[in-house]
């Protein structure tokens, strides 16, 4: 049965998010694109949220590590695309990237809410890229390598912020994203 619901953009950047160099877990987001999702605002099962995001990535050709992208709920991450290896036949200078998200809820209880996601990661900057110019573009269905699993648990009964996370594991390159929206799908 229908929800008599409609498609909704949430929130969407309006500048870029900062540049991230280290080697660690970082928000990829400017802070005005963090959005809020208010208490009880997944109230069934089924109910979706698309995340997308673009930017531009660096890396070099000796040590590029792997690039790792998590959605967060509350500080919580629910979505992992787990670490995508990276290219280490040639370095890359701000090529353009494309990721895609999308989390289905599976459960609604409380503190044990949680959500199923799958995704694509668009971008030249990945292994197994062929390596004549004019290169064109890999996709990577995320998680990365691995099976589709639901995430961790969340109380959908509070206020919870949306936060895009990268980590790349050598602090060799960098990544900016230059677009994010959060859409509400039903």
Not at 90 to 113: C, F, M, P
Not at 156 to 178: E, K, R
Request: hydrophobic share 45%.
């Amino acid at each position: 049965m229908s929800q008599q619901s409609w498609q909704q953009t949430l929130i969407s950047s309006q500048v870029d998010g900062s540049a991230l160099t280290a080697a660690a877990a970082a928000s990829m987001l400017p802070l005005q694109a963090k959005y809020t999702l208010p208490a009880n605002f997944v109230n069934f099962v089924g109910q979706q949220l698309l995340v997308k995001a673009s930017g531009r990535i660096s890396t070099v050709i000796t040590t590029p590590g792997t690039a790792r992208f998590d959605i967060r709920l509350g500080g919580t991450v629910d979505f992992d695309s787990l670490a995508i290896a990276l290219d280490t036949a040639a370095a890359y200078t701000n090529v353009g990237w494309y990721l895609e998200i999308l989390l289905t809820a599976r459960s609604i209880s409380g503190t044990t809410s949680n959500f199923m996601g799958q995704g694509t990661w668009v971008c030249t900057q990945m292994a197994g890229t062929i390596q004549t110019p004019p290169k064109g573009a890999l996709t990577a269905i995320l998680p990365w390598n691995s099976a589709p699993a639901v995430g961790s648990n969340v109380d959908l009964t509070t206020a919870l912020q949306v936060d895009a996370f990268f980590t790349q594991t050598v602090a060799t390159g960098s990544l900016t994203c230059h677009q994010f929206s959060l859409i509400a799908m039903n």
